[in-house]
C-alpha cells in the first residue's frame, strides 16, 4: 500500500504486472487507475465510481449469483445428513480429483 501510495504522490499510476495482480481483470485495474489520480479533478466522485463499467458488472453478478443462491440452499436444506457433509466436502475441496476421491468413498458403503 506504501508503495502504492509513494506512486500516487509522484502523480504515476501503479503498475500491475507482477503475479499478484496477473488474475484482476483489465476493467479493474482501469478502474483503480482512475480513483487514484493525484489531480482531485480527474479523480470520479463517488458518485461516478459507483457508475463505473467494472463496478456496474461486479454488481450485476453479484445480484444474478444471489437469485441463484436461494434455490440451492433450498435443495442443501432438503438433504439428509449424509449428502449435506458430500456436498460441503464437493465445495470445499474444489477439485474434481476430491470429487472422484468422495465417489469412490461413498460406493464403497452401498
Excluded at 482501469?30 to 489531480?39: A, G, P, V
Excluded at 479523480?43 to 434455490?71: N, V, Y
Excluded at 460441503?88 to 480429483?97: D, N, P, R, Y
Amino acid at each position: 500500500q506504501a508503495h502504492i501510495m509513494a506512486k500516487v504522490k509522484e502523480a504515476k499510476p501503479p503498475v500491475f504486472e507482477n503475479d499478484y495482480w496477473g488474475h484482476i481483470s483489465t476493467e479493474a485495474k482501469t478502474f483503480i487507475r482512475r480513483l487514484l489520480q493525484k489531480d482531485p479533478k480527474k479523480r470520479p466522485t463517488a458518485a461516478e465510481a459507483l457508475k463505473d463499467k467494472w463496478f456496474e458488472k461486479q454488481h450485476t453478478q453479484t445480484t444474478t449469483l444471489a437469485t441463484q443462491i436461494g434455490p440451492r440452499l433450498e435443495i442443501f436444506h432438503s438433504m439428509n445428513k449424509l449428502k449435506k457433509m458430500a456436498a460441503v466436502v464437493i465445495a470445499e475441496s474444489g477439485t474434481l480429483e476430491g470429487v472422484e476421491d468422495l465417489k469412490k468413498n461413498l460406493r464403497s458403503y452401498r
